[in-house]
């Protein structure tokens, strides 16, 4: 079963603040996605990746940036953190083209004050 | 757009009893779409509980059910004993194979009282 980390598991900061969210898959999936979890919302997708060096847009990508360096990670960069980004973010992945089953990894939880 | 609607937690029900949580779809641009349950305990990510790729079809696991029925839209998790430890967020979805996203329900809530 794919294994799928994030650090930090929470974190606080302050408005216009930079954060970054770490995620790391061992098992060489190639998708890699970013979602946040908000109360009343599903997940809503920021940004995913097909592989190192790729990046796609997602649903909701404003006010964040992601960069996927290596087959392993995909980091997700707030550069002027807001309160509205407040949420909770799960990191998952999956496996080859047309494989829309996804790993998670267990989230980090934002407080943006 | 494509959608999931599953029913507004929480849910609470006492160990014993049976349980279903709804959940609807709209899939107007996939034109087959895999349904799934993920399942989220306290403090974890979500897993995969269930998947099916085929309308008319039932998965199962853990000891629950679901069946995609294409006609109603529907794809309504049921299990007939709860336990306590079944107490987690359980997520409603759909699938496209073909870009590989996937459309999220809000997710429901339960509580299962020992």
């Known amino acids: 079963e794919a294994a799928v980390t994030q650090s930090p598991r929470n974190k606080v900061t302050v408005t216009g603040g930079n954060v970054t969210l770490s995620c790391r898959q061992t098992n060489s999936h190639n998708y890699m996605y970013w979602y946040r979890q908000d109360t009343g919302h599903g997940l809503r997708l920021i940004h995913y990746?097909?592989?190192?060096?790729?990046?796609q847009i997602g649903d909701v990508p404003d006010g964040y940036k992601a960069t996927r360096t290596t087959q392993e990670d995909f980091f997700l960069l707030l550069e002027l953190a807001s309160p509205s980004q407040t949420s909770l973010y799960f990191c998952a992945s999956s496996d080859q083209d047309r494989e829309d089953t996804q790993y998670f990894g267990p989230g980090t939880r934002l407080l943006v004050l | 757009g494509d959608s999931v609607t599953q029913t507004e937690g929480p849910v609470t029900v006492s160990e014993s009893e049976s349980l279903i949580i709804n959940c609807t779809y709209s899939a107007t641009s996939i034109a087959y779409p895999n349904l799934f349950w993920y399942v989220r305990y306290p403090g974890e990510g979500l897993q995969l509980l269930l998947k099916?790729?085929?309308?008319?079809q039932k998965g199962s696991s853990r000891g629950f059910e679901a069946t995609y029925n294409k006609e109603t839209t529907s794809f309504h998790l049921q299990k007939a004993s709860v336990q306590e430890s079944d107490s987690a967020v359980y997520y409603c979805a759909l699938g496209d194979h073909n870009t590989n996203k996937v459309v999220f329900g809000t997710g429901t809530r339960l509580q299962v009282l020992p």
């Open positions: 990746s097909y592989g190192a060096g790729n990046l």
């Open positions: 099916v790729i085929t309308a008319g």
